[in-house]
């Protein structure tokens, strides 16, 4: 098969090779082989190339963590046939072939085509677990959505509405701040020409916001902290400023706020059963037509270093989804 691979960590236009490499084995009894239509492109993939990631894998190996394909092949064990159409995470997307373990897997409904479900496992998982789940946002309460326009972003301003809060997204430029308004967003702060602390006092009479959502980290962070309600949940996703926030435990005690974690990675090997669940019901809801993706492109799988840019030079919005043609 041909596929992208990562001989030795480094930026990704020098790192990345498209290259002829063995077909996947089935890596357990309890797993299949797909035929890659699609991969969903995203921020952490840079980080994997790099050697910068939490987890460093094997060298060489094929980048790339969500793909739908069709199986072609399976495990003894395998709860899949041939010819089912799966989406999954893991490693190994960018390819014309992959290797899918079972418990990080899906089987597609139908209805959702190949791009929307390439692009839907990560980040709706993400925002819907850590908003619903984690963050146990109710109905009328205020949602702080930051970067906007990103992936997770325009997926949390969805899961926002549909659990019945009021969105306030940051975003900055006219097309970012119209992708917010288009996704579902009731407000959006330009974070470069608005004061984002004095505007969200502004949009809820001083109280704050009840959830925020932050996969920005640096200045999002800290102004997150100066304009968050009593009793409201700071939800750390990601840094993708580049600067990893610290809090004083004062500031905490005096909010009586929450700060927690979401790193949906670790649900998968620690709760699987509520992984399941929760897809299932993002399943139901793109099907009642509440959480269809944003993607803003759909490229060759051989245009992976393209993608690859957009999301560096701040290019894309959304996702960007890789076809195998």
Known sequence: MKAWRVHEFGPYRDALVWEDCPDPELPSPDSSVIDVHAAGVNFPDILFIQGEYQIKPPLPFVPGIEAVGTVVEVGSQSKYTIGDRIATTGIGAFGEKMAAQDSMTFLVPPGMNNVDAAAIRIIYETSYMAIKYKAQMQPGEVLLVHGGAGGVGTSAIQVGK?????VIATATGERDIKVCFDTGADHV???????IVTRVKELTDGRGADVIYDPVGGDAFDASTHCINFEGRLIVIGFASGRIPEIKGHMILNKNMSVMGFFWTNYL?????LVDDYQDEINRLYLEGKFPPVVSAVLPMTDLPKSLDMITNRDAYGKIVLVNE
């Open 269 to 273: 090997f620690k709760r699987p059963d």
């Open 162 to 166: 549909a659990l019945g809060g009021m």
């Open 189 to 195: 702060i330009d974070w470069q020409n608005e004061d």
